[in-house]
């Protein structure tokens, strides 16, 4: 009787089986795929990653040295020689959980920035809260925390929420950007933003921001920009950097109100004083 090599079920040369396994890592390579499609739909849907797991959050952020969503764009200005100096302050207009889409928590974290957090969303803000206003936290006294809009004027809004909160709003009539349709409609207290001047000037007069003052102006406010920052004008204070997420039409407002494009950096555009 002939014999008949044999072959190993771990011999993946031989033919049969390897087409077989082939198959199989396309099968599972095709599942993986749509898991994690599926997984990133759920957990956007649901805002699970902005809001959810803090202890998560800490442990990648510092892994990134930066803000996580927006490119490290604090290195990016250090790298075409500005000097950020440790001890200044921040403002963050919009400021999310305090990590995905900051652009507060490289300074804060990093170069022990005094920091003023505003966020309006109210499932979001918990994460905030958690992050840096516990009784125990290291950050109580040098981070403080606004649960509310900024707008010309105090008044009551309505507070439009969307999924994943990227893009949720103030402004009745922002059109679709990402969601077809808000998950909450509600109303919250929206402050006048002559506000951050009057911390501003409080805080230099107190030393707070180093001493040669050096302060950040952060604002996300989905639509609402133009009209924060022209408050912040007319009150009169200006700011060192100014980080604006907005179009690039306003790059001429900015112009008109003294402050010039330092970088653009994925949808932040970066200003600075125009001296002389």
Known sequence: MKDHPRRSCYDLTAGPISAGWKGRWKTALLSLTFAILF????ATRYRFVRTGFVRFNNLIAPLLMSDLSEGQLFYRLEGMGMNLPAG???????????VWNSNSFYLINYLNYTATLFEPDAEVFLSLRKRYAAASSAFRGRVELFNCGLVEATKLMEYRVFPASLEST????????FDPKPDFIYHIAAADARLVCEQQREYVRQGRCGRQPFTVLSIDAEGYDRAIFGRVQQEGCTFDVVIIEADRDIVEPMRGMGYKVLLRNAYNIVFTPIKG
Do not use: F, H, P, Y
């Open 170 to 177: 103030l402004v009745k009539d922002k059109k679709r950007q």
């Open 88 to 98: 200044g302050c921040v403002w963050d207009i919009g400021a999310n959980d305090g």
């Open 39 to 42: 997984i990133w739909r759920w």
